[in-house]
């Protein structure tokens, strides 16, 4: 089946730094969207970006979908960005299916 | 807008027991899909309702079963329960679902369930 793979799978940044995460998936996919969990579980959706670039605030993400991966871009961190980051891809096969990528552990530090 | 509502937040049983969980979906909002997060697996879909239909289910055992009604709601049901039943269980809700443009999923809180 699909993998999708997420990178790197911890990081540690100190409050106003930048950083990128990346999602790799092994096959074409309908949708993709990115996801961030807060250290009390909740998942918030951040993208719903199956191609281009979006931008919200100090987030952007760009899908590049014919490359199999997308990144996501946080400028200036703050403490509140920490949690885990998930991608989530939509599979183009006969049934629809949400497949998750491992998630990236981001703490950032004051 | 009152977003995803999962009850209960927490749950104890005990194994051999079963167990019922619930989802409200945003007003509207007629897709819902349930997934289950532990350390070891993360996240996985379960199954996926659409107008009442189940239209697609992940690779669990049947001892994980659900259903939607007319309102959208849906429950979950987990029948047998063992150990490795304990996990977070989130619920999600989308407009339409697939092949309907940009439709996100909204997640609930989750229901927090640990099998004894």
């Known amino acids: 089946g699909i993998q999708v793979e997420q990178s790197p799978p911890d990081l540690i940044l100190q409050e106003g730094a930048n950083s990128t995460l990346r999602c790799n998936f092994s096959d074409s996919v309908n949708n993709l969207q990115w996801f961030h969990q807060n250290p009390w579980g909740q998942l918030i959706n951040l993208f719903y970006i199956p191609s281009g670039t979006k931008q919200n605030g100090r987030l952007s993400a760009t899908t590049v979908a014919t490359e199999r991966y997308s990144l996501l871009y946080i400028s200036s961190s703050q403490t509140t960005d920490s949690g885990v980051y998930f991608c989530a891809v939509e599979i183009v096969t006969g049934t629809y299916k949400y497949i998750f990528g491992t998630g990236t552990r981001l703490k950032v530090l004051a | 807008k009152a977003g995803v509502t999962q009850t209960p937040r927490y749950l104890i049983k005990t194994r051999g027991q079963q167990v019922t969980l619930s989802c409200s979906p945003i007003s509207g909002h007629r897709s819902v899909s349930w997934y289950q997060q532990t350390p070891g697996q993360g996240l996985q879909f379960l199954f996926e309702?659409?107008?009442?239909?189940?239209?697609n289910k992940g690779n669990f055992p049947g001892r994980f079963s659900g259903r939607q009604f007319s309102n959208s709601r849906s429950e979950m049901n987990v029948s047998t329960l063992e150990l490795g039943d304990s996990a977070l269980y989130l619920c999600?809700?989308?407009?339409?679902?697939?092949?309907?443009?940009?439709?996100?999923?909204?997640f609930g809180d989750g229901t927090r369930l640990s099998i004894l």
């Open positions: 309702y659409f107008s009442e239909t189940q239209r």
């Open positions: 999600a809700s989308s407009l339409y679902g697939r092949d309907m443009g940009d439709q996100p999923q909204h």
